[in-house]
T-cell receptor
Framework: AQSVTQLGSHVSVSEGALVLLRCNYS??????LFWYVQYPNQGLQLLLK??????LVKGINGFEAEFKKSETSFHLTKPSAHMSDAAEYFC???????????FGAGTRLAVHP | GAVVSQHPSRVICKSGTSVKIECRSL??????MFWYRQFPKQSLMLMAT?????????EQGVEKDKFLINHASLTLSTLTVTSAHPEDSSFYIC????????????FGPGTRLTVL
C-alpha cells in the first residue's frame, strides 16, 4: 500500500528565507510524486511532479523538489520565500497505471515579514 | 492548458433538498474524474472515481445513493447530493485526469456547500 507523510503540519518562515517542506512516501513500486498548493477557499494547483527521468524537478513560482529514492523523500524547496507563498501544500503519490492519488495531511506555510 | 471548472462555487440550501455540482474539463478530455471532500484544515478525502460512460466507483464508507455521480461526456461529471443534511456541509473538489500515463490530476476550484 502507498502512503505519504508530510513532516510538520505548520511551517513558518521569514520573507526571503529558504522554504523547505518535507514529504516522505511509501510505495512498493516506482512512484509518481506530486506537490500541489491550495490557497484559502480554492482548489488545488499543481506545483510540480516527478514521474521518470531527472530527479530534480522544477515547478512554478520558483519551487523545486528532488526525488531521492534511497531516502523515499520528495521534499519541496524554494530559495527565497515570498508573502504570496503562504498557503497549504499537499504532497501526493500514485503508482501510475491510472491509479488514484494518495495525499499527505498537508503543511500550512506561513510567511512573515 | 489543463483547466478544470466547477459550478457553482458556493451554494446554500435547505435540509432535504438536492444539490447538483458540475465539474468540467475546459481544454482537454478526461475519461476519468474524481470527487473529493475536504473538511476544514484537513486533507482531501476521495469520495469516488467517475468514469465516462460507466458507473462511478465509490470509496468505502461513501453512500452511493446519497452522492450520485454522472459522467455523461468526456468533459463533464456531475455530483448530486441528494436529500442534503447539515452534516453534508463541506468543501467539494473535483479533479480530472489527463489522458497520458502520468496520472496527473488537475483540480477544480471547489464548491462550498452549506446545508441549513
Amino acid at each position: 500500500a502507498q502512503s505519504v507523510t508530510q513532516l510538520g503540519s505548520h511551517v513558518s518562515v521569514s520573507e526571503g528565507a529558504l522554504v523547505l517542506l518535507r514529504c516522505n512516501y511509501s510505495s512498493s513500486v516506482p512512484p509518481y510524486l506530486f506537490w500541489y498548493v491550495q490557497y484559502p477557499n480554492q482548489g488545488l494547483q499543481l506545483l510540480l511532479k516527478y514521474t521518470t527521468g531527472a530527479t530534480l524537478v522544477k515547478g512554478i513560482n520558483g519551487f523545486e523538489a528532488e526525488f531521492k529514492k534511497s531516502e523515499t523523500s520528495f521534499h519541496l524547496t524554494k530559495p527565497s520565500a515570498h508573502m504570496s507563498d503562504a498557503a497549504e501544500y499537499f504532497c501526493a503519490v500514485t503508482m501510475g497505471g491510472y491509479n488514484k492519488l494518495i495525499f499527505g495531511a498537508g503543511t500550512r506555510l506561513a510567511v512573515h515579514p | 492548458g489543463a483547466v478544470v471548472s466547477q459550478h457553482p462555487s458556493r451554494v446554500i440550501c435547505k435540509s432535504g433538498t438536492s444539490v447538483k455540482i458540475e465539474c468540467r474539463s475546459l481544454d482537454f478530455q478526461a475519461t476519468t474524474m474524481f470527487w473529493y471532500r475536504q473538511f476544514p484544515k484537513q486533507s482531501l478525502m476521495l469520495m469516488a472515481t467517475s468514469n465516462e460512460g460507466s458507473k462511478a466507483t465509490y470509496e468505502q464508507g461513501v453512500e452511493k445513493d446519497k452522492f450520485l455521480i454522472n459522467h455523461a461526456s468526456l468533459t463533464l461529471s456531475t455530483l448530486t447530493v441528494t436529500s442534503a443534511h447539515p452534516e453534508d456541509s463541506s468543501f467539494y473538489i473535483c479533479s480530472a485526469r489527463v489522458l497520458d500515463s502520468t496520472d496527473t490530476q488537475y483540480f477544480g476550484p471547489g464548491t462550498r456547500l452549506t446545508v441549513l
